[in-house]
């Protein structure tokens, strides 16, 4: 069953829809501050049926009206937790999940493009700070660093947009639903 925006906004129908299995898709926020990308990763997360979103560091949580609106209601269907670092986020989750390959999307030396990436199933993808990035700490702990090509005289795309362009490239590479 597939729900329209004003279902969704009325909260119709997410505990009949039964939502079954997920993807081993976990998506780690590192200090994103915009709450309408926030909310517009929940919806991402939805689309692809991510197992979970962390929150970390200054990201706002649920519920807050930004993030509502902005996610259409898809925190209520997307399971989402608060850590208070990355760091810790990623160290939890590797403890958690067995063979967790966790992978940033940032622009960094050491990154390769989004599209000639191995990934593998279970995933954990972060994003960071909408201008400072993910940090250094956190790339340390990082299997990969993956990023998008810039071929205009901007230096980068929105935090939602790039992590959407590789959650895709995801599904079409890894063995996903």
């Known amino acids: 069953m597939k729900l329209n925006a004003k279902q969704l906004r009325k909260g119709m129908g997410f505990r009949e829809l039964g939502i079954g299995d997920r993807n081993e898709i976990y998506i780690i926020l ?8 926030i909310g517009s990763i929940f919806r991402l ?10 929150l970390t560091g200054g990201s706002t949580t649920p519920p807050n009206p ?18 208070e ?6 160290k939890n989750l590797q403890l958690q999940v067995e063979n967790l390959q966790v992978v940033a999307v940032e622009q960094s030396k050491n990154s390769v493009p989004y599209d000639k990436f ?26 990969g660093v993956v990023e998008l090509p810039m071929y ?3 230096i980068s ?3 939602m947009v790039s992590l959407g362009i590789v959650l895709y490239k995801t599904l079409e590479k890894a063995d996903t639903k």
Do not use: F
């Not at 279970?122 to 201008?131: Q, S």
């Open 157 to 159: 795309l929105n935090v």
């Open 152 to 154: 205009g005289v901007n």
């Open 30 to 37: 590192d200090n994103v501050l915009d709450t309408y990308n």
């Open 85 to 90: 670092s990355a760091s810790v986020a990623i």
């Open 118 to 143: 191995n990934y593998q199933l279970p995933l954990c993808l972060l994003v960071g700070h909408e201008t400072d990035g993910v940090s250094q700490e956190v790339l340390d702990l990082c299997d």
């Open 45 to 54: 997360a939805d689309a692809v049926v991510a197992n979970k979103i962390i």
């Open 66 to 83: 930004r993030i509502k609106k902005a996610s259409i209601n898809t925190t209520e269907v997307v399971s989402w937790e608060y850590v």
